[in-house]
């Protein structure tokens, strides 16, 4: 059985990918992972575990990072999509808001969110009730829709970093750590924002998180990467069940969350699914 809204469709697939930076350092060593249509999609994994490499793989953004696709090949709707640059990849409906939200400080928010829209020729009334839709989103970014972007809370900017790419109308939001950087209760107000565009709109999402615990907690379905490997993917619901998944990444202490440096020394001594 699917959750609701969700359906059995595949619109990417990424198929056992491997990445090089430099020519010579293997970062992504076999990546598969399938996103569906209507669904969460959670890309798990510490610092350093390939998440961001993965997305930008995707969305055709390592060159500018001296990172190469080596391996495999990566399907958007059945058509292959690796030699596509990130503009025509917003015309089928593929938006990637980066890690450290990167707003255009100088502008005002209002216009951040009307460069999300740059892509689109459907006029300029469709663009206006959109930008009314990402204020319903996100009541915040009406307040300060005349506030320069640069001086906003990091909240703020992750919040128009999210509504930018909604004003293109996206069919799939690769979301790159959403929660960085944020106190647990606006990382929770995100995470609302993120389940009610993915219900109300159709929005599907691949986004990739330190933040086990939230992440799973909103997803459908989660994959979980360490040094550039899955090593564990399935139903969001079976994962918080797991017991590796709870020991490792929900750190279910009786302190809350286990700090990852224990987590780590712990895993090199376990060798876990090695
Ligand atoms: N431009 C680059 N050149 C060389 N190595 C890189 C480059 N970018 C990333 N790496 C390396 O690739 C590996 C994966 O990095 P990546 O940023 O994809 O991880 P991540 O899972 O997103 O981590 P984080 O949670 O810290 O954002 C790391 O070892 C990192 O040092
Ligand atoms: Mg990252």
């Known amino acids: 059985m699917l959750d609701a809204g969700r359906t059995d469709e595949t619109l990417l697939e990424v198929n056992n990918i491997e990445v090089i930076y430099n020519h010579v350092i293997l970062v992504l060593k076999g990546v598969s992972l399938s996103v569906p249509k209507g669904g969460i999609t959670a890309l798990l994994g510490g610092n350093g575990a390939g998440k961001t490499t993965t997305l930008k793989a995707v969305s055709n953004l390592l060159h500018s990072e001296r990172g190469e696709v080596t391996k495999g090949s990566i399907h958007y709707r059945g058509d292959r999509i690796q030699e596509l640059d990130p503009a025509a990849l917003v015309k089928r409906g593929v938006i990637q808001v980066m890690e450290g939200r ?21 006029g300029s009334a ?19 829709r005349k506030s320069q972007a640069g001086y906003t809370s990091g909240g703020e900017q992750q919040m128009v970093a999210m509504g930018r790419a909604l004003m293109s109308r996206p069919e799939t939001i690769l979301l790159d750590e959403p929660s960085m950087g944020l106190a647990p209760q606006l990382v929770e107000q995100i995470f609302e924002i993120v389940k009610s565009i993915n219900e109300k709109e159709g929005v599907s999402f691949l986004l990739a998180e330190q933040n086990t615990n939230v992440a799973l907690k909103y997803a459908h379905y989660g994959y979980i990467l360490e040094s550039g490997r899955v090593v564990m993917d399935g139903p969001a619901a079976e994962l918080r069940e797991n017991p590796d998944v709870k020991e490792f990444y929900l750190g279910m202490s009786d302190d809350g969350r286990k700090s990852f440096r224990d987590v780590r020394s712990y895993r090199r001594r376990k060798r876990w699914l090695s």
Do not use: S
Request: glycine content about 2%; hydrophobic content about 35%; charged content about 30%.
């Open 102 to 122: 990167h707003c255009f400080e100088h502008l005002t928010v209002e216009e951040n969110l009307l460069t999300g829209a740059y892509t689109r020729a459907d």
């Open 126 to 144: 469709n663009i206006a009730r959109d930008l009314e839709m990402v204020y319903d989103y996100f009541p915040r970014l009406k307040e300060r």
